[in-house]
């Protein structure tokens, strides 16, 4: 009951002074010169007066720290780390968190009442937006601390400067070595305690400006502009003369020679600023005669007068833009198409040519190891899986593409560990190549191989996997799990038989997901026919 009552007392207070503040601002209190920024560091302190002290005026100080409508006002305990003391705040030991909006009321008279707000953003470290901006003048004077009492110390680069102890310290013979960030601290006295607030400027020397001749941004010298009969026209032309426009520079437009800006039909509109000076022409009505005819928009100073040309042209046709526009898309379309054709082809190509550049020596000794199911296929499944192995996976990769393939009966050595070189075989290649039957890929036999495998894709994420289907199949469910996993991330390359040739499409497709072959590495068709012989399929 009494915490209820408690938050009810808040919200009333809360709702008051929302009120109030409301109240003040929107219909007593006219708003001032702002708001102002003031960027300050934490760790140091913040005394700031607002110099309206006279006509004994009465002060009211707000804070928003979230930047919504929920204001806190300021009391004027001394106590107190944020406190007010008539129009001066004060805000002892700076902390990020007081970074918000500060308001003030102040009146001098029953119903005339003023508002000025100031945003305090406080930061941990230095930043570049903390100076007070830039000097050139050899005398730097403190920003902060102005007609207040106080000692202060300067700093150059942050580097104490020795014996500068007045308000401003004076800079002999500026150069190079001068320039850098000066800081001055401020060391104040507020009841007993020494609180410190620093400032910073920037020393920069301007270079003497150095006159360019006149360059044009806009109009492009010799342009043609499209344009209809009737129409309205806005022609710009936009001339850079320095860092600043000098008073002997104009710009102006011209037609046929002739000056537009008193002639009917044409409005000119002339404008400086910065280095720019910029004279925009209205043509009202563009007529047959202006399409016949020379706008030149001409630049001069107190040295030269130069102008650039532009022509005024019929606007093709809508017919015309078409046709062009359906051009150009059927190119791209064939383009993309046949780009999207040859993109095997090219891919090949490059690295046949710069195979230096694209294969590193990277440890591995084989570019594939090989998992197809080697027994306990029926007689059909079993010759196809011999057929393809032997007739066309072997001379294609490895006797036309010098690939070096790792494959169970040829590679192995009678009496070695099955498990052990399965797992060193495999961590050995660059690729893991699965051959997919309609009975599967593995029977008890090389299930090991495809587990190991699988693992050392799925799980470690080492070597990518090329899946190579013989056939058409229904469906997947009859394969392991995490080569179904695979097969809807990357779908298998499917053999259909007779694609012998290296050249073919389908011979293109695994060499791209290939790595390249290196030509250390090649073997000739006689040595693989040599060393390999297929053992028989049992049914």
Known sequence: MIKMMMMIILLIIESVLVSSYALHSTVGCEQQDGPFTLNVRAGESLRLPYHYDEFNNSYTWFRNLSRTMKLEQIGTEESQRVHHNKSTLYILHLTLNDTG????????????????????????????????????????????????????????????????????????????ESLGIYTCVCTWDHHGIKYNTSGSRELVIKEKTVRIPPQFRLPIKNSIVNTNIGAELLLNCSVLFGTEVCNQCFVHWEKNGIKLNEMKGYEEKYSKKGGFAQSLLNITAVSELDLQSEFRCTAMDEYEVIYVSVTLKREPSVLTVILVFIFIFTVLLLFAGTLRWFALDLVLFARKIFIKFYRTEDGKLYDAYVIYQRSGLDEETGQAVSEFVN?????????????????????????????????????????????????????????????????????????????????????????????????????????????????????????????????????????????????????
């Open 391 to 539: 007739g066309a996976l072997l001379p294609v990769l490895e006797s036309s593409c010098g690939y070096k393939l790792f494959i169970h009966g040829r590679d192995d050595l009678p009496g070695e560990d099955s498990a052990n070189l399965i797992q060193t075989q495999i961590q050995l290649s660059r690729r893991l190549l699965i051959i997919l039957s309609a009975e599967g890929v593995g029977g008890s036999a090389e299930a090991y191989d495809l587990q190991a495998g699988l693992h050392q894709t799925l799980v470690q994420g080492e070597t990518p996997v090329i899946i190579i289907q013989l056939g058409l199949m229904q469906d997947y469910s009859h394969l392991p799990l995490g080569l179904q996993h695979l097969l809807r991330k990357r779908s298998a390359l499917l053999w259909r038989g007779g694609e012998a040739s290296l050249n073919s499409r389908f011979w293109k497709r695994v060499r791209y997901r290939m790595p390249a072959a290196s030509a250390t590495i090649r073997r000739s068709r006689a040595s693989n026919t040599a060393a390999f012989h297929w053992q028989s399929l049992s049914v």
């Open 101 to 176: 909006t500060y308001i003030t009321h102040w009146r001098h008279a029953e119903n005339v009442c003023y508002e000025i707000e100031t945003d305090i953003v406080v930061y941990e470290n230095f930043s570049r937006d903390l100076l007070y901006g830039e000097t050139s003048n050899s005398e730097m004077i403190c920003p902060i601390c102005e007609n207040q009492p106080g000692s202060f110390i300067w700093y150059k680069d942050f580097t104490l400067i020795p014996n500068q102890s007045k308000r401003s310290v004076r800079i002999r013979n500026s150069s190079k």
